[in-house]
């Protein structure tokens, strides 16, 4: 213990992580609540938020509804400017690239929605919708473009004989293979999927999630995975951020945090998730928490969870745990962590 | 572009079926199939756009001939529609109005549309101090009365300034300065909202610039609500053409207006109702075809039924 | 076209059955039959639906809307579009126990109270006067269920209850779905895509795929020891939240058949990979692999050694 005050290890300056492709580093995103005219009031949408992701890595990141990790996602990915913070991607900080020094970016940085129905223009064929990217940053025109465009449609078990085709003619698996495609084609090297699966059918997601690792092995790419369904997130993830109420409350390795979570809040998640095991359901037992979960505009103080914590103190409402290293490379924000 | 060839995916779904090539235009042209009254709506607008056709190399007698036979003749087998006032063929001045109304309601329509869509497009898409500039200006023109606006320009474009002769031009001119607005509105509205659905996101994504957006991403999928817009602006167009021309005030005689022929047989109406009667007919029935026409696309194009 | 093709099956009272499936597997549609509620222009062209002695096929209208509301109860995936937004939660579990005259009007507004703490609503005394756009996604579902259990059916049929739900809110369902089936002594249908959930609720399962019943049993069996090669592959292609080692998923290949394109022989084959010659031919019949375990395979996964190689080439 040295007695010079360092700066406190965050999940952003993580020491296991060698050298991270992207950082994040107290970032903010507000929106402005819908409402009268003279309502002041904000969703805290995303709050302080630390993390880092290294090369060739997933990062998982979970939460339920209204947790906020969406809307991280697209701040990352500069859908939607930051309120106030910074994502350092390689050595350029994204919240200050705008204009043409951002669309130049996004050769890098590439997404894959939600939704493989709204995703694509229902007015353009596959082909071009595929092709829009190279088309976009010139990268490669005629004959050389339906080339790449058919390559990667084999890479992700498309027929390319489908090119002129139209969205509404496949099915949804074979859409969000469309989308990934898409992000594909010019070759970035980090990707956000959001809720990539979840709009697919049990049989379908297999493909997809397999699609995924099978991609990341061949082109090294590093993802940031976003979704509520945290088997899926556990087996696609090398390591996992649980998100609640705009904050990331425990991120870690994902094996150390199934073995051991460390945040109330990831305990009681992982209880609550059904196993396909009759004989391990029969003695799970969800923890089932109190209440609901509170409005991001209001947000509680301090601890965000205390309000539905099992172990909550009254040091929980007054003092706000910050998320600090608590073993090496597992961070969590809570004053009794690992207690519950 | 360096990269491996790829190796084969265990997960590679090549060997699918998919269903029969549907796209969304046929899937609109499916719907307005099975819709009678758009039917009808069609079916009239292709005799409109044919007689106008022919009567710009054959009417059975010039439009302007007048002493064709005997002045208010009732309707004979030489004459099917009868002779007007002035003796002239009402057959052929059906014909040539035809043509006059084509003219009005496409070339309104048209216009309409190049005001209105970039407009609307602009407001639509870049919000903040853009929209509240052209959503000012639409307010405010809404606020005109229209009617008289396009009399007053009708006047001064042609018989006061000279810019612009009395004829189909003006009137098309002046209509479309005082009723781009319902067009621009709308397309406001779609590209508020369509910019916000994720495939415009996932094209920003992919690199487009804001014209790609709207021209390749937002303008297309506009494109269902726009015509049905600018289909209404036709019936519209022609109406205040034909009441113009009604009133005098729009193309000169010997033109063969409806509205003029109407206006001809006015005096007459008593004893010789034929006169104002067959352009009546021809202008309700072609009204009611545009409108019918127009529901039927709007329920073709009907984004709550489309998938 | 057909949706649902020769469905035959038994639930015991107080017997929880899950009925899983993917979309357009037919599952709705045969819960939907129960009730008679099928959308037009579907009906039912065959078969009989045994309710006691009752056959829910040939009673009239009047009938059917009896049965609806004294013995059955109906739980939907999403609880905003059963609900009337304009009326008070209150007051439609009052409308709904007072509709099927079981109750007096008086009987029924004093048991508003007691059936949304049945339900476990929070301070349910405070958010009677409710509407339906102030209470979260949660707790629309408990009151759902309490119209429903507000008769004291002795059926519940649940489509999808959880689906959109977060999961720490699914947990608390299904707890509650579990306790008010003992409460009520009511046989419970869970119609669900979720392999996990059926494991942690239902005794027996239904298998569904492409319109027909492709495996049914015991829930302990069909886990542990499923026959069929859909079952099998289902259970292998979701992840799981307490994976140790990550293994590769299973994927099924393919999609599911178009209802008016059905395959030839066994619906499955195009996507099955344990196939033989015969299934392409020949439609296998829902035959007995242990006792009450039945699977619709020529083939059953007893017969294959070491499947997951097989599966994964």
Same mark, same amino acid.
């Given at each position: 213990?040295?007695?010079?005050?360092?700066?406190?290890?965050?999940?952003?300056?993580?020491?296991?992580?060698?050298?991270?492709?992207?950082?994040?580093?107290?970032?903010?995103?507000?929106?402005?609540?819908?409402?009268?005219?003279?309502?002041?009031?904000?969703?805290?949408?995303?709050?302080?938020?630390?993390?880092?992701?290294?090369?060739?890595?997933?990062?998982?990141?979970?939460?339920?509804?209204?947790?906020?990790?969406?809307?991280?996602?697209?701040?990352?990915?500069?859908?939607?400017?930051?309120?106030?913070?910074?994502?350092?991607?390689?050595?350029?900080?994204?919240?200050?690239?705008?204009?043409?020094?951002?669309?130049?970016?996004?050769?890098?940085?590439?997404?894959?929605?939600?939704?493989?129905?709204?995703?694509?223009?229902?007015?353009?064929?596959?082909?071009?919708?595929?092709?829009?990217?190279?088309?976009?940053?010139?990268?490669?025109?005629?004959?050389?473009?339906?080339?790449?465009?058919?390559?990667?449609?084999?890479?992700?078990?498309?027929?390319?004989?489908?090119?002129?085709?139209?969205?509404?003619?496949?099915?949804?698996?074979?859409?969000?293979?469309?989308?990934?495609?898409?992000?594909?084609?010019?070759?970035?090297?980090?990707?956000?999927?959001?809720?990539?699966?979840?709009?697919?059918?049990?049989?379908?997601?297999?493909?997809?999630?397999?699609?995924?690792?099978?991609?990341?092995?061949?082109?090294?790419?590093?993802?940031?995975?976003?979704?509520?369904?945290?088997?899926?997130?556990?087996?696609?993830?090398?390591?996992?951020?649980?998100?609640?109420?705009?904050?990331?409350?425990?991120?870690?390795?994902?094996?150390?945090?199934?073995?051991?979570?460390?945040?109330?809040?990831?305990?009681?998640?992982?209880?609550?998730?059904?196993?396909?095991?009759?004989?391990?359901?029969?003695?799970?037992?969800?923890?089932?928490?109190?209440?609901?979960?509170?409005?991001?505009?209001?947000?509680?103080?301090?601890?965000?969870?205390?309000?539905?914590?099992?172990?909550?103190?009254?040091?929980?409402?007054?003092?706000?745990?910050?998320?600090?290293?608590?073993?090496?490379?597992?961070?969590?924000?809570?004053?009794?962590?690992?207690?519950? | 572009?360096?990269?491996?060839?790829?190796?084969?995916?265990?997960?590679?779904?090549?060997?699918?079926?998919?269903?029969?090539?549907?796209?969304?235009?046929?899937?609109?042209?499916?719907?307005?199939?099975?819709?009678?009254?758009?039917?009808?709506?069609?079916?009239?607008? =292709?005799?409109? #756009?044919? %007689? *106008? &056709? $022919?009567?710009?190399?054959?009417?059975?007698?010039?439009?302007? /001939?007048?002493?064709? @036979?005997?002045?208010?003749?009732?309707?004979?087998?030489?004459?099917?529609?009868?002779?007007?006032?002035?003796?002239?063929?009402?057959?052929?001045?059906?014909?040539?109005?035809?043509?006059?109304?084509?003219?009005?309601?496409?070339?309104?329509?048209?216009?309409?549309?190049?005001?209105?869509?970039?407009?609307?497009?602009?407001?639509?898409?870049?919000?903040?101090?853009?929209?509240?500039?052209?959503?000012?200006?639409?307010?405010?023109?809404?606020? =005109?009365?229209? #009617?008289? %606006? *396009? &009399? $007053?320009?009708?006047?001064?474009?042609?018989?006061?300034?000279? /810019?612009?002769?009395? @004829?189909?031009?003006?009137?098309?001119?002046?209509?479309?300065?005082?009723?781009?607005?319902?067009?621009?509105?709308?397309?406001?509205?779609?590209?508020?909202?369509?910019?916000?659905?994720?495939?415009?996101?996932?094209?920003?994504?992919?690199?487009?610039?804001?014209?790609?957006?709207?021209?390749?991403?937002?303008?297309?999928?506009?494109?269902?609500?726009?015509?049905?817009?600018?289909?209404?602006?036709?019936?519209?167009?022609?109406?205040?053409?034909?009441?113009?021309?009604?009133?005098? &005030?729009?193309?000169?005689?010997?033109?063969?207006?409806?509205?003029?022929?109407?206006?001809? @047989?006015?005096?007459?109406?008593?004893?010789?109702?034929?006169?104002?009667?067959?352009?009546?007919?021809?202008?309700?029935?072609?009204?009611?075809?545009?409108?019918?026409?127009?529901?039927?696309?709007?329920?073709?194009?009907?984004?709550?039924?489309?998938? | 076209?057909?949706?649902?093709?020769?469905?035959?099956?038994?639930?015991?009272?107080?017997?929880?059955?899950?009925?899983?499936?993917?979309?357009?597997?037919?599952?709705?549609?045969?819960?939907?039959?129960?009730?008679?509620?099928?959308?037009?222009?579907?009906?039912?062209?065959?078969?009989?639906?045994?309710?006691?002695?009752?056959?829910?096929?040939?009673?009239?209208?009047?009938?059917?809307?009896?049965?609806?509301?004294?013995?059955?109860?109906?739980?939907?995936?999403?609880?905003?579009?059963?609900?009337?937004?304009?009326?008070?939660?209150?007051?439609?579990?009052?409308?709904?126990?007072?509709?099927?005259?079981?109750?007096?009007?008086?009987?029924?507004?004093?048991?508003?109270?007691?059936?949304?703490?049945?339900?476990?609503?929070?301070?349910?005394?405070?958010?009677?006067?409710?509407?339906?756009?102030?209470?979260?996604?949660?707790?629309?579902?408990?009151?759902?269920?309490?119209?429903?259990?507000?008769?004291?059916?002795?059926?519940?049929?649940?489509?999808?209850?959880?689906?959109?739900?977060?999961?720490?809110?699914?947990?608390?369902?299904?707890?509650?779905?579990?306790?008010?089936?003992?409460?009520?002594?009511?046989?419970?249908?869970?119609?669900?895509?979720?392999?996990?959930?059926?494991?942690?609720?239902?005794?027996?399962?239904?298998?569904?795929?492409?319109?027909?019943?492709?495996?049914?049993?015991?829930?302990?069996?069909?886990?542990?020891?499923?026959?069929?090669?859909?079952?099998?592959?289902?259970?292998?292609?979701?992840?799981?939240?307490?994976?140790?080692?990550?293994?590769?998923?299973?994927?099924?290949?393919?999609?599911?058949?178009?209802?008016?394109?059905?395959?030839?022989?066994?619906?499955?084959?195009?996507?099955?990979?344990?196939?033989?010659?015969?299934?392409?031919?020949?439609?296998?019949?829902?035959?007995?692999?242990?006792?009450?375990?039945?699977?619709?395979?020529?083939?059953?996964?007893?017969?294959?050694?070491?499947?997951?190689?097989?599966?994964?080439?």
């Amino acid at each position: 213990m040295s007695a010079q005050p360092s700066p406190a290890i965050t999940p952003a300056s993580d020491p296991t992580l060698k050298k991270p492709l992207l950082r994040v580093e107290k970032l903010v995103k507000h929106f402005p609540a819908g409402g009268g005219l003279f309502a002041r009031n904000v969703v805290h949408a995303v709050d302080g938020v630390d993390l880092a992701i290294a090369p060739g890595e997933t990062l998982g990141l979970v939460g339920e509804s209204g947790c906020g990790k969406s809307t991280l996602g697209r701040v990352i990915v500069r859908l939607q400017p930051a309120t106030s913070g910074q994502i350092f991607f390689k050595d350029t900080d994204l919240t200050r690239v705008r204009g043409e020094k951002l669309r130049r970016l996004r050769q890098q940085i590439q997404m894959i929605f939600q939704d493989p129905y709204a995703s694509l223009n229902p007015r353009m064929t596959v082909g071009d919708i595929v092709a829009e990217p190279l088309r976009n940053f010139g990268v490669a025109r005629g004959r050389k473009a339906e080339q790449r465009v058919q390559e990667v449609m084999r890479v992700v078990g498309l027929n390319p004989n489908f090119v002129n085709r139209y969205p509404h003619e496949f099915s949804g698996g074979q859409r969000q293979r469309i989308g990934i495609a898409r992000a594909l084609v010019l070759n970035p090297t980090f990707i956000v999927a959001d809720e990539p699966v979840s709009a697919l059918d049990v049989s379908i997601q297999a493909q997809i999630v397999n699609l995924m690792e099978d991609l990341q092995a061949k082109f090294n790419l590093t993802f940031l995975f976003i979704a509520h369904d945290l088997s899926v997130v556990r087996h696609i993830s090398d390591r996992i951020a649980v998100m609640y109420l705009g904050k990331i409350v425990e991120i870690g390795p994902s094996g150390s945090i199934r073995d051991k979570p460390l945040h109330p809040y990831t305990k009681v998640l992982q209880s609550s998730v059904p196993v396909p095991d009759p004989d391990l359901e029969a003695v799970r037992k969800p923890i089932l928490l109190k209440g609901e979960i509170p409005s991001p505009v209001n947000p509680p103080s301090a601890c965000r969870f205390h309000t539905r914590c099992p172990i909550a103190q009254p040091i929980c409402s007054e003092v706000e745990p910050p998320l600090e290293m608590k073993e090496n490379g597992r961070f969590a924000a809570c004053h009794f962590a690992g207690q519950l | 572009m360096a990269q491996a060839a790829p190796v084969a995916q265990p997960d590679v779904e090549l060997t699918y079926e998919i269903p029969e090539q549907v796209t969304l235009l046929s899937d609109a042209w499916r719907r307005i199939r099975r819709n009678r009254l758009a039917l009808v709506g069609g079916g009239v607008i =292709i005799v409109l #756009l044919i %007689v *106008a &056709l $022919i009567s710009m190399v054959w009417t059975p007698y010039p439009t302007w /001939l007048q002493a064709v @036979g005997p002045t208010y003749q009732p309707p004979s087998p030489a004459h099917p529609l009868g002779l007007d006032n002035a003796g002239r063929d009402i057959l052929s001045r059906i014909m040539g109005g035809a043509l006059i109304t084509v003219q009005v309601g496409i070339g309104s329509a048209i216009i309409v549309s190049l005001i209105g869509i970039p407009l609307g497009l602009l407001a639509g898409f870049y919000r903040g101090k853009v929209d509240t500039a052209i959503s000012f200006v639409i307010n405010i023109w809404y606020g =005109i009365p229209d #009617l008289l %606006v *396009a &009399l $007053i320009l009708v006047f001064v474009l042609s018989d006061a300034l000279h /810019l612009i002769p009395r @004829g189909v031009l003006v009137i098309v001119i002046a209509f479309s300065l005082t009723r781009w607005m319902d067009v621009a509105r709308l397309v406001r509205g779609q590209a508020l909202a369509l910019r916000e659905r994720e495939f415009v996101e996932a094209a920003r994504m992919a690199g487009a610039r804001d014209y790609a957006l709207l021209v390749r991403h937002i303008f297309p999928n506009a494109l269902g609500p726009i015509i049905v817009q600018a289909t209404f602006a036709i019936p519209a167009a022609v109406l205040f053409e034909a009441f113009l021309s009604f009133l005098g &005030l729009g193309l000169p005689p010997p033109t063969p207006s409806w509205g003029a022929m109407a206006s001809d @047989g006015y005096h007459g109406m008593d004893f010789a109702p034929h006169i104002v009667l067959a352009p009546t007919i021809a202008l309700s029935i072609t009204l009611m075809a545009f409108n019918w026409l127009g529901d039927g696309l709007r329920d073709a194009f009907d984004p709550r039924m489309r998938r | 076209m057909t949706a649902v093709d020769g469905i035959s099956f038994e639930i015991d009272r107080g017997e929880i059955v899950g009925i899983v499936g993917e979309s357009g597997s037919g599952k709705t549609m045969t819960a939907l039959s129960l009730l008679r509620l099928i959308p037009e222009p579907g009906r039912i062209t065959g078969g009989r639906i045994l309710y006691g002695e009752k056959d829910i096929a040939q009673m009239t209208d009047e009938e059917i809307r009896e049965f609806r509301g004294n013995e059955v109860a109906m739980i939907f995936q999403d609880p905003m579009t059963s609900l009337n937004p304009v009326l008070r939660v209150g007051f439609q579990v009052e409308e709904a126990m007072a509709a099927h005259a079981r109750f007096t009007r008086q009987q029924s507004r004093d048991r508003v109270l007691p059936m949304l703490q049945r339900v476990r609503i929070p301070a349910a005394k405070e958010r009677v006067r409710d509407y339906p756009h102030q209470f979260s996604g949660g707790m629309r579902q408990r009151a759902m269920i309490a119209m429903g259990v507000s008769n004291e059916p002795s059926l519940l049929i649940a489509d999808e209850p959880t689906t959109a739900l977060d999961v720490t809110v699914q947990a608390s369902i299904i707890e509650l779905l579990r306790d008010l089936s003992r409460e009520l002594r009511a046989s419970v249908i869970l119609i669900t895509h979720n392999m996990a959930l059926v494991a942690s609720l239902c005794n027996r399962v239904i298998v569904m795929y492409a319109g027909r019943i492709v495996e049914e049993g015991p829930t302990r069996a069909i886990f542990k020891n499923p026959q069929h090669p859909y079952t099998w592959s289902l259970l292998r292609s979701m992840p799981r939240v307490d994976e140790v080692e990550k293994e590769r998923l299973i994927s099924i290949k393919g999609l599911p058949p178009d209802l008016g394109r059905m395959p030839p022989g066994c619906k499955f084959h195009p996507r099955c990979k344990f196939k033989v010659d015969r299934c392409l031919t020949e439609e296998p019949p829902l035959g007995e692999v242990d006792p009450g375990q039945l699977a619709r395979c020529w083939v059953l996964m007893k017969n294959i050694q070491n499947p997951e190689a097989e599966a994964q080439r």
